[in-house]
């Protein structure tokens, strides 16, 4: 059974930082990239960074320089560490694993930013 479950998530003043994890098991993590994307009520989700089976990431613009994405294939994991978070970015935070065909999602963790 496939699972990706998020945790890390909270309330954090403005410029704070919050470091997310996702846990994974039931698929080849290894083969899989990594996603995660943030979602505001109203709004489709949002990339905001990944990183490939290889090690390559990309970031959305807002957060690029802010964020980083890693990830331990011992653990079958990812992280996003978050620094200078801002007000914007509260949202709810949604791991996905992808490969072929394979679109896997998390329950998402809640992450906001106020003072």
């Known amino acids: ?8 998530g909270g309330l954090v003043q403005p410029g704070g ?6 846990a994974t098991s039931g698929f080849t993590f290894t083969r ?7 979602q505001v009520p109203g709004k489709q989700r949002a990339l905001v960074a990944e990183i490939t ?3 390559f990431t990309d970031y959305a613009d ?3 320089g802010r964020f980083t994405i890693s990830r331990d294939n011992d653990k079958k994991a990812a992280y996003l560490e978050m620094n ?7 949202a709810v935070y ?4 992808r490969w072929m065909a394979n679109d896997y999602w998390g329950q ?3 992450v906001t930013v106020s003072s």
């Open 108 to 110: 998402g963790t809640q």
């Open 17 to 22: 930082s919050l470091r997310l994890s996702c």
């Open 62 to 64: 807002a957060v690029e």
């Open 84 to 90: 200078d978070l801002r007000r914007e970015d509260t």
């Open 53 to 55: 089976h290889n090690g």
């Open 32 to 38: 899989y990239t990594i996603s995660w994307y943030q």
């Open 94 to 97: 949604f791991c996905n694993a």
């Open 1 to 8: 059974q496939v699972q990706l479950v998020e945790s890390g």
